[in-house]
């Protein structure tokens, strides 16, 4: 099956920026795009009654849909969906098993955080899944050269999409540096153990020399987000574990700090 990126729109700005990018992620990744826009017409949607909603009839939507496709310099499919997003990603994904599930954040500014219930943390909890999120502001559009990973330092597998995530990062070949948030200056040199962790998943594979760097933070997603600034690097990966995406708790998480705040794209590989 040729590689796939699902990408989901509601044809505002934060998705058009989104499908920017996997655009041109496409290209070196050699991917067709999976053009996906979710009518949400169930009234057990919770997302019914916060934000701006696409409420086009179907024939308005086939006509868009079809419209964007048309002007896209890579190959797409373009497929309506029904209900709660998150259940129409995970259909999505068991039909076309795409590398990453990618969206775009839209402006939360005016909104705490807590309040906040983002697709993107719907469909993690619903469907753990490789995603990318970029956000509404993203400063560019190009595939990224400077890669940020952080990691906790513990050993971890990316299961059945280790192959995936080595592809994406083998083809970009961007630069990759390895970053750990610790607490204070005098924590000492990178423990070995967290460039260790990375290199056991294979993820470094066919990639120039691997750099690391320590975030010195005693809050582990203000270290992150202070690192990860578009003068710096053009993508940040996080690991995110089983447990970041058991219920409520998954609002407090790293993960879901650096989703809704980061100034720059957020790839999240799910992890055990």
């Not at 050269?145 to 192959?163: I, K, M, P, Q, S």
């Not at 003068?231 to 989703?259: C, E, P, W």
């Amino acid at each position: 099956m040729a590689a796939s990126l699902l990408i989901l729109t509601d044809f505002f700005q934060a998705a058009n920026r989104a499908l920017d990018y996997a655009t041109n992620l496409a290209v070196p990744l050699k991917a067709r795009l999976v053009l996906l826009h979710v009518r949400r017409d169930s009234i057990l949607d919770p997302e019914m009654f916060t934000g701006q909603l696409s409420n086009l009839s179907q024939e308005a939507m086939d006509l868009a849909l079809n419209g964007v496709a048309s002007h896209l310099p890579v190959p797409v499919v373009a497929e309506v969906g029904h209900g709660r997003i998150a259940f129409a990603v995970a259909d999505a994904v068991t039909r076309h098993h795409p590398q990453l599930v990618v969206l775009g954040r839209a402006d939360h500014s005016g909104t705490p955080n807590e309040l906040v219930e983002t697709t993107s943390l719907d469909i993690l909890r619903t469907t753990p899944y490789p995603m990318l999120v970029v956000p509404h502001s993203v400063e560019s559009t190009a595939p990224p050269r400077r890669v940020l990973l952080v990691v906790d330092g513990e050993n971890f597998t990316l299961g059945e999409h280790a192959g995936s995530a080595r592809q994406f990062l083998a083809a970009l070949g961007a630069e990759l540096v390895v970053g750990h948030v610790m607490p204070d200056r005098h924590s000492g040199e990178l423990p070995p153990s967290v460039l260790d962790s990375v290199l056991r998943t294979g993820l470094a594979l066919e990639l120039p020399p691997v750099g690391t760097r320590t975030l010195v933070n005693e809050d582990v997603a203000a270290g992150i987000l202070h690192a990860a600034q578009p003068k710096d690097f053009d993508l940040v990966v996080l690991i995110a574990r089983q447990r970041s995406f058991m219920g409520n708790l998954f609002h407090r998480s790293v993960t879901a700090q650096v989703l809704l705040e980061s100034k720059i794209p957020v790839l999240v590989l799910p992890a055990k």
